[in-house]
Structure formats: structure tokens, C-alpha cells
């Protein structure tokens, strides 16, 4: 149990030390991760009513099989592409 705690500190710290060094700081990448999680919740929740939604209107054939990891693909581009950092903007513009 001792070595679950010492991990979970240790992954901790190494969270905090490598976004403490990215440009813009801590509070700036934290910023950032808050971002992209709530862009994960929307996308997640728009994958379980399409899932649902795929199962229902076909409950058996090539859609029911392939639909749900099809959206998953296009889902998880749509994320890439969303969760970039924005472009930074110059002082004084």
C-alpha cells in the first residue's frame, strides 16, 4: 500500500515539474488541461448518445458493429483538433 501512495505522489510531482516548465507557467497549462477536460466531457457525452442512438436504430447489422468505433475515430480527430493550445497572442495587439 505504501508503494501505491509513494507512486501517486511521484506522478503528481512529475505532473507539476514538467507543466511548471512548458511557456506560460503553471497556472497557464492548468488553464489549459481545464480546457481540454471540458472539451472530453462534451465529446464523451455527444459519443454516448450517438452510441445509444446507433444501437437503437440498428440493433444488429454492419453499423451497430462498426458505428460506435467509427464515432470514437471521428470524435477523437475532432478532439485533436479543438484541444490545441490557442496561438499565443503578442503583448500590445
Same mark, same amino acid.
Given at each position: 500500500? @505504501?508503494? #501505491? #501512495? #509513494?507512486?501517486? $505522489?511521484? $506522478?503528481?510531482?512529475? &505532473?507539476?515539474?514538467?507543466? %511548471?516548465?512548458?511557456? *506560460?507557467?503553471? @497556472?497557464?497549462?492548468?488553464?489549459? =488541461?481545464?480546457?481540454?477536460?471540458?472539451?472530453?466531457?462534451?465529446? *464523451?457525452?455527444?459519443?454516448?448518445?450517438?452510441? /445509444?442512438?446507433?444501437? +437503437?436504430? #440498428?440493433?444488429?447489422? =454492419? &453499423?451497430?458493429?462498426?458505428?460506435?468505433?467509427?464515432?470514437? +475515430? &471521428?470524435?477523437?480527430? $475532432?478532439? $485533436?483538433? /479543438?484541444?490545441?493550445?490557442? %496561438?499565443?497572442?503578442?503583448? *500590445?495587439?
Amino acid at each position: 500500500m @505504501r508503494g #501505491f #501512495f #509513494f507512486g501517486l $505522489v511521484l $506522478v503528481v510531482a512529475l &505532473v507539476f515539474t514538467i507543466l %511548471s516548465i512548458r511557456p *506560460g507557467g503553471i @497556472r497557464r497549462q492548468l488553464r489549459m =488541461a481545464a480546457r481540454r477536460f471540458r472539451i472530453f466531457l462534451w465529446l *464523451g457525452g455527444i459519443y454516448l448518445a450517438g452510441s /445509444i442512438f446507433i444501437r +437503437l436504430a #440498428f440493433p444488429e447489422g =454492419a &453499423v451497430s458493429d462498426y458505428g460506435p468505433p467509427a464515432l470514437a +475515430l &471521428v470524435l477523437a480527430g $475532432v478532439f $485533436v483538433f /479543438i484541444g490545441q493550445d490557442p %496561438s499565443p497572442s503578442r503583448p *500590445g495587439t
